[in-house]
């Protein structure tokens, strides 16, 4: 008896995996960065689509896979400091999932920052769900290159650089009130580390 329960239960448990499977042999493609992403049929014929982002709308939490590495460090920084967070494992990539609520437009949204190579990447949608089209787009991804541990530090650097930044930028007089239209960035080169701010 025991036998026929665990047979029937691992069927089951096949035919709902085999159900959920998403066929995407027939989606479009994007280049963004350095990959090339399936793109789900509903998000096709992009408002706006360059080397650093997908943008489906002008209203980019509808959909938009964008190339983080030239902003990373303000980007993540600001995401995680005014988003709820979850560290998630997506199609094999370990990723942070952030979700927001943007009272505006009444709706909920999701950001999925992950590593494909030695770039990152993050896949902006409608919902708090990481859906099985989301999951397709992270799998048509290269693997990333870091372990676990070296993708989350390599984040969690990037933070503690986002948050020195702020406090030197703080200590400016005309340092805004607000970050409206603010955006600092830091820049590494052959001639040291550069902080600055753009209005």
Do not use: C
Not at 59 to 80: H, Q
Not at 116 to 134: C, H, L, Q, S, V
Not at 159 to 186: C, L, M, W
Request: aromatic fraction near 18%; charge should be negative; glycine fraction near 4%.
């Amino acid at each position: 008896m025991r036998y026929k329960i665990l047979i029937f239960a691992l069927a089951l448990f096949l035919l709902i995996n085999t159900a959920s499977a998403i066929d995407s042999s027939n989606w479009t493609t994007a280049t963004v960065g350095y990959e090339n992403f399936k793109i789900p049929p509903e998000y096709e014929n992009p408002y706006s689509s360059d080397f650093n982002m997908y943008e489906y709308d002008y209203d980019i939490d509808v959909f938009t896979v964008r190339y983080v590495n030239p902003r990373i460090i303000d980007l993540y920084g600001y995401f995680l400091e005014r988003n709820d967070f979850k560290k998630v494992k997506v199609a094999g990539h370990d990723a942070v999932h952030f979700t927001s609520h943007d009272r505006h437009d009444d709706a909920n949204n999701s950001k999925l920052w992950f590593s494909a190579g030695e770039e990152f990447y993050y896949i902006a949608w409608r919902g708090t769900n990481i859906t099985p089209e989301i999951k397709e787009v992270v799998k048509s991804a290269s693997k990333s290159k870091y372990s676990h541990d070296e993708f989350y530090d390599i984040l969690d650097e990037n933070y503690q650089n986002y948050k020195i930044t702020h406090a030197i930028e703080s200590q400016r007089y005309d340092y805004p009130t607000s970050d409206k239209g603010h955006h600092s960035f830091v820049s590494v080169g052959s001639n040291g580390v550069n902080f600055g701010v753009m209005t």
